[in-house]
């Protein structure tokens, strides 16, 4: 398996957490230290910690030491390769779902057709 394939598992493996999105939701809007980060969760700091270091090994977070306090930045090229992966795939799936929704609303009116009663008409 290639680096990039290992990084795309890690970064759709750390992004597959509500926690860790929040989390680089929270770093989207700016630098943070690490308390302070803790501080916006109801998990222990400890929890916080490793939610961070899943994120440092995916790639989408890099952490700055000053001093005794940590700070965290997003890195968004981890996340752009993972979007890039999808747009490459979107128009394959696009093209699947659609025959599926086409295929299966056919379904639904051919099932809706034989369930409608038939009526009888007298003879006069």
């Known amino acids: 398996m290639g680096e990039r394939q290992i990084r795309l598992d890690q970064v759709y493996g750390a992004i597959a957490d509500p926690t860790r ?5 929270t770093l989207s809007r700016g630098d943070i230290r690490v308390g302070s ?5 109801p998990i222990s700091f400890n929890g916080v910690s490793k939610h961070v270091k899943v994120l ?16 965290l930045r997003l890195k968004p090229g981890a996340l752009r390769d993972a979007a890039r992966w999808l ?8 093209e699947r779902l659609e025959a ?3 295929f299966l609303l ?19």
């Open 21 to 25: 999105r929040a989390i680089l939701g």
């Open 87 to 94: 747009d490459h795939y979107q128009t394959f799936w696009d």
């Open 56 to 71: 440092e090994r995916a790639g989408l977070l890099e952490r700055r030491i000053q001093g005794r306090e940590h700070w």
């Open 37 to 41: 980060l803790a501080d916006r969760f």
């Open 100 to 102: 599926m929704e086409k």
């Open 106 to 124: 056919s379904r639904r009116r051919q099932r809706s057709a034989a369930r409608k009663p038939r009526v009888r008409r007298s003879r006069r």
